[in-house]
Nanobody, 124 residues
Framework: QVQLVESGGGLVQPGGALRLSCAASGSTLRSHVMAWFRHAPGKEREHVGRIRWIDGTTDYADSVKGRFTITRDNAKDTKSLQMNSLQPEDTAVYYC?????????????????WGQGTQVTVSS
């Protein structure tokens, strides 16, 4: 069983920055894709970005390109989401997720393990 735990959420003013972390335990991640999703009230769960663990290849939603960066730490089996230039529309619960297979898309159904989420609130 894989356990994912997010941390680093909080309240930040528009234009500010936060760094989220996702710690994984229970299984190796090198053959999987790790993704960040977010879910705001009244909206669908949205793919933010993902990283292929084996080589660090990343992909991002258009809404966050240039502002968010996903990084990996192989030694610690963790990944981070650096969020810069945060705006109110970025407010959501952010989730870490692990893919079922080595190839995954932005579809939530491609992922079988999810963290509990960490709240990010962008407000003045």
């Amino acid at each position: 069983q894989v356990q994912l735990v997010e941390s680093g959420g909080g309240l930040v003013q528009p234009g500010g920055a936060l760094r989220l972390s996702c710690a994984a335990s229970g299984s190796t991640l090198r053959s999987h894709v790790m993704a960040w999703f977010r879910h705001a009230p009244g909206k669908e769960r949205e793919h933010v970005g993902r990283i292929r663990w084996i080589d660090g290849t990343t992909d991002y939603a258009d809404s966050v390109k240039g502002r968010f960066t996903i990084t990996r730490d192989n030694a610690k089996d963790t990944k981070s989401l650096q969020m810069n230039s945060l705006q109110p529309e970025d407010t959501a619960v952010y989730y870490c997720a692990k893919s079922k297979f080595g190839i995954a898309t932005m579809a939530p159904d491609d992922y079988d393990y999810w963290g509990q989420g960490t709240q990010v609130t962008v407000s003045s």
